[in-house]
């Protein structure tokens, strides 16, 4: 059974920083072998793409909107995912989901994703 678990999320003030962690479990195969991805979703909008790293690390892409804000980073040998969000915006706030691909390459289409986890709550006040 995949699981995919976030976690550090909260409510910050703007300008704040806050570092999500996504634990993987259960995949058929290695967590090496596969591109990870961040995305978002606020109240009454749909879900969009934040961020996505290579299975290897060595590709990362960003959403204009975060790009030099915002940085993914993994840890292969202990299953973990990592988002760095600094300089956090009240248009930051949304539920930010973890999910996994099936394959090594990057997407920044939701569709791209196999495995997702249940989200974290991130709140941003002005």
């Known amino acids: 059974q995949v699981q995919l678990v976030e976690s550090g999320g909260g409510l910050v003030q703007a300008g704040d920083s806050l570092r999500l962690s996504c634990a993987i479990s259960?995949?058929?195969?290695?967590?090496?072998?596969?591109?990870l991805g961040w995305f978002r979703q606020a109240p009454g909008k749909e879900r969009e793409f934040v961020s996505t790293i290579s299975s290897s690390g060595g590709i990362r892409n960003y959403a204009d909107s975060v790009k030099g804000r915002f940085t993914i980073s993994r840890d292969n040998a202990k299953s973990m995912a990592y988002l760095q969000m600094n300089g956090l915006k009240p248009e930051d706030a949304a539920v930010y989901y973890c999910a996994a691909r099936s394959n090594s390459g990057t997407s920044l289409s939701p569709e791209g994703y196999d495995y997702w986890g249940q989200g974290t709550q991130v709140t941003v006040s002005s």
């Open positions: 259960g995949l058929s195969f290695s967590i090496s072998r596969r591109a």
